[in-house]
């Protein structure tokens, strides 16, 4: 199926590995040129000759971390009218005690999770708008379906994204510039070989327990290939996905069992 988007540009952050990389690549194999925005400029710099040479498109990139006003600010000087827009901004989930989490630290996953999405949209889909045409997909987190004890700090933050974007979308969709969330659960990837490394430490247990049991819980019976959600997202920035907007699409193998 072509997507439609041979020759747009997507700006992708978090996009030197995991969930943001398999994006990028996605949207490589369809046309689309690509600035890449990550924390760590070895990562990036290996990834965009990767994937220019895969793919053939052209890549540039710029080291910046989005959960801070400068890197944002080094991220839109970078690259201030893509068509495309993906954000992710590549900050692990962990797990605190509502208790003892200081207002700093709260604020501080609102910036990662919130803010971070939120200022790049409001200051690209102007100009998608005037240029009739944009697509926006949040790299979030199936557990903000039913989140997690011990994580209510940052489900809270992606859950705020997910409220302003709910509101944003009924006065875009009409300029063809949509705004949707991929919620994704277990994908194989060094972010969640991480965490469950982290649990299996804080639980007293191994790291093959710890997978065992979430792969138990898991209707699919596997972790995911990262292809899988990159593959996903390209769809949602297609030229054909200029209906479905403001959705939070679960990708998780069946572990969420709600409806709606």
Request: proline residues 4%; glycine residues 10%.
């Amino acid at each position: 199926m072509d997507l439609g988007i041979k020759g747009r540009h997507a700006l992708v952050c978090g996009g030197s590995k995991g969930l943001g990389k398999a994006a990028a690549m996605a949207l490589a194999g369809e046309g689309v040129s690509l600035t890449l925005a990550a924390r760590t400029a070895e990562t990036l710099e290996a990834t965009a000759r990767e994937i220019a040479a895969a793919k053939g498109v052209e890549v540039s990139l710029v080291a910046a971390d989005v959960t801070t006003p400068a890197g944002r600010e080094a991220v839109l000087k970078a690259c201030p009218a893509p068509d495309i827009l993906i954000t992710n901004p590549g900050v692990r989930q962990t797990p605190d005690n509502f208790r003892t989490l200081s207002r700093e630290q709260w604020d501080g996953w609102m910036e990662a999770h919130f803010f971070s999405a939120l200022e790049l949209i409001r200051a690209l889909v102007p100009g998608m708008c005037d240029r009739k045409f944009g697509r926006v997909v949040n790299i979030s987190v199936s557990f903000i379906k039913f989140p997690q004890v011990n994580f209510g700090h940052s489900h809270a933050a992606r859950l705020a994204l997910a409220g302003a974007i709910a509101s944003m979308v009924r006065e875009l969709v009409a300029h063809n510039v949509v705004i949707n969330s991929v919620l994704p659960g277990f994908f194989d990837t060094d972010a969640l070989q991480t965490n469950l490394h982290g649990h299996a430490a804080r639980g007293n247990t191994t790291y093959e327990a710890i997978v065992a049991d979430r792969l138990k819980s898991t209707p699919a019976g596997r972790f995911a290939d990262p292809s899988e959600c990159g593959d996903l997202i390209a769809f949602l920035c297609s030229a054909q996905n200029g209906y479905m907007t403001g959705q939070n699409i679960v990708n998780d193998g069946g572990v969420y069992q709600g409806i709606l």
